[in-house]
C-alpha cells in the first residue's frame, strides 16, 4: 500500500526563522493535503494541493506528482506556529487517506 | 458552519464495556470516515461511508469495532468489549460530493482502563 515518509520529525526554530517540512510517497498520488494539528486540538486542512505550488499568508505548499514529493514552507515562523504538521495521500481503492508519521515543529519565541 | 462535530468529547470506561462515539457531519457533505489517532501508530483509517453507505471498512478491527451511518446527519462507531489497547483519540471527518478534501472534527478521546 501507499507509504508516506515526513521529514524532519521534529524542528526547533527561533521565532522569525524560517522552515521546510518534507513529505515523499511511495508511488503517484492524485490527492494530497496538509494538515496541522496543535496539541489536543483538531487536524486543520492547510492545503489541498496534488500537484503544484499554493500559498496562503505565510505557508507554501509545492507538490511535484511526479517526483512523489511535496512540501511545506513557513516563513517567518511564530509561536503560534508551533504543533504538529501531518502530510496525507489517496490510499489504494479512492478515499481511504494515508496519513505520514508528521512534522512537530516547535517555535520558541 | 459548526464544522464536524464529535461528542461527548472524552469517554473514559472500563476494560469489557462497550462504547459509543458519535460523529455529525458537516451539512451537505457527502462523505463520512473514521481515523483513530495514537501516539504509537498515528493516525490509521478506519472506515469511509459515502452517502450512508459503507464504502470501505478495511480499517476497522474484525472483532468488536462496528460503525454505521443511520441518517446523513450522523454517523457512529460502536466498539464492544474494550480493552486497554482501544485507547486512542477516535476522529471522525466528512468531505463534499466529489471532493476529496476531508474536514475533521476535534475528536473523542477515549480512555479505557
Known amino acids: 500500500g501507499q507509504q508516506v515518509q515526513q521529514s524532519p520529525a521534529s524542528l526547533v526554530l527561533q521565532e522569525g526563522e524560517n522552515a521546510e517540512l518534507q513529505c515523499n510517497f511511495s508511488?503517484?498520488?492524485?490527492?494530497l493535503q496538509w494538515f496541522y494539528q496543535h496539541p489536543g486540538g483538531r487536524l486543520v486542512s492547510l492545503f489541498y494541493n496534488p500537484s503544484g505550488t499554493k500559498h496562503t499568508g505565510r505557508l507554501t505548499s509545492t507538490t511535484v506528482t511526479n517526483e512523489r514529493r511535496s512540501s511545506l514552507h513557513i516563513s517567518s515562523s511564530q509561536t503560534t506556529d508551533s504543533g504538529t504538521y501531518f502530510c496525507?495521500?489517496?490510499?489504494?481503492?479512492?478515499?481511504?487517506?494515508?496519513f505520514g508519521s508528521g512534522t512537530r515543529l516547535l517555535v520558541s519565541p | 458552519n459548526a464544522g464536524v462535530i464529535q461528542t461527548p468529547r472524552h469517554k473514559v470506561t472500563g476494560k469489557g464495556q462497550e462504547a459509543t462515539l458519535w460523529c455529525e457531519p458537516i451539512?451537505?457533505?457527502?462523505?463520512v470516515f473514521w481515523y483513530r489517532q495514537t501516539i504509537v501508530q498515528g493516525l490509521e483509517f478506519l472506515t469511509y461511508f459515502r452517502n450512508q453507505a459503507p464504502i470501505d471498512d478495511s480499517g476497522m478491527p474484525k472483532e468488536r469495532f462496528s460503525a454505521q451511518m443511520p441518517n446523513q446527519s450522523h454517523s457512529t462507531l460502536k466498539i464492544q468489549s474494550t480493552q486497554p489497547q482501544d485507547s486512542a483519540v477516535y476522529l471522525c471527518?466528512?468531505?463534499?460530493?466529489?471532493?476529496?478534501?476531508?474536514?475533521f472534527g476535534p475528536g473523542t478521546r477515549l480512555t479505557v482502563l
Open positions: 508511488s503517484t498520488a492524485t490527492r
Open positions: 496525507a495521500i489517496d490510499g489504494t481503492g479512492g478515499y481511504k487517506v494515508v
Open positions: 451539512s451537505g457533505h457527502s462523505a
Open positions: 471527518a466528512s468531505s463534499l460530493q466529489g471532493s476529496y478534501e476531508q474536514y
